[in-house]
């Protein structure tokens, strides 16, 4: 059988240089993960729309990667102080690839750190602009640890798919974010939380698989098969 292709949203680098600075680039760790559980991916860069939307067409799955702030204008907000940097060449990326899978349910999608807040951003929802600063007792959502240790933890919804792939209501996650889902966006539900009420998962009920997380799974995974689980479900479900 041929293994699942699965396209790998490209993070964005503008440098001081002009065009000889630009960067796209992709995590290795996501890339691994996917190999490891049987898929190949499709790096998918910043391109004419069309050249988007043909690349998607040769995929069965998109993983829609971390990356800087989005631009809190495009959901009706101007920006906080504690805004970090914001690169619109990606945010405009993930407007068409993620608007392309709204609108395709059948097609997985899975949303990581940034992904999971592009998701909500683009399906119609908000995000907090900078956690430490807004949201009350808010816990460490940067850490210092190494990037495979769980340094807080979250709760997470019975019903839920997140739930059934991890076996568990309460697991430890990495941090490594100062933004996060606000208003969740319509056909989306928060599944899980940390303890200073944070969303750090959404799902999409009536899509095949939806899934957006605000940890680093993929920093995990080869240390805990829980977290390879997400990406072998992911995987599977592009079968």
């Known amino acids: 059988m041929t293994s699942p292709r699965i396209g790998v949203l490209c993070n964005q680098q503008d440098g001081d240089g002009g065009t000889f600075s630009q960067r796209q680039i992709v995590n290795q760790s996501y890339l691994q993960c996917l190999e490891s559980v049987g898929a190949t991916p499709l790096l998918i860069p910043h391109l004419a729309d069309e050249r988007v939307l043909e690349l998607l067409e040769l995929c069965h799955g998109l993983l829609v990667t971390g990356g800087a702030d989005f631009d809190p204008r495009s959901y009706g907000r101007p920006p906080h102080a504690g805004l970090g940097s ?46 430490p600063s807004e949201v009350p ?8 640890a190494p990037g495979w240790y769980g340094t807080h933890d979250i709760d997470i919804a019975e019903d839920s798919i997140l739930a059934e792939i991890l076996g568990a209501r309460r697991v430890a996650v990495n941090s490594y974010h100062h933004q996060a889902v606000d208003d969740v966006a319509p056909g989306f539900r928060a599944v899980a939380h940390s303890g200073d009420g944070v969303v750090e998962a959404i799902e999409r009920s009536d899509a095949a698989f939806c899934l957006g997380l605000q940890c680093h799974p993929e920093l995990m995974a080869p240390r805990d098969g829980r977290f390879m689980r997400i990406f072998s479900d992911f995987v599977d479900a592009c079968r």
């Open 86 to 131: 914001v690169v619109p060449r990606r945010d405009h990326l993930d407007r068409v690839a993620i608007g392309e899978l709204l609108q395709r349910p059948e097609m997985p999608m899975l949303g990581i750190c940034r992904g999971i807040q592009a998701i909500n951003v683009v399906a119609g929802g908000t995000l907090i602009q900078d956690v």
């Open 137 to 144: 007792g808010a816990l460490k959502h940067s850490q210092s």
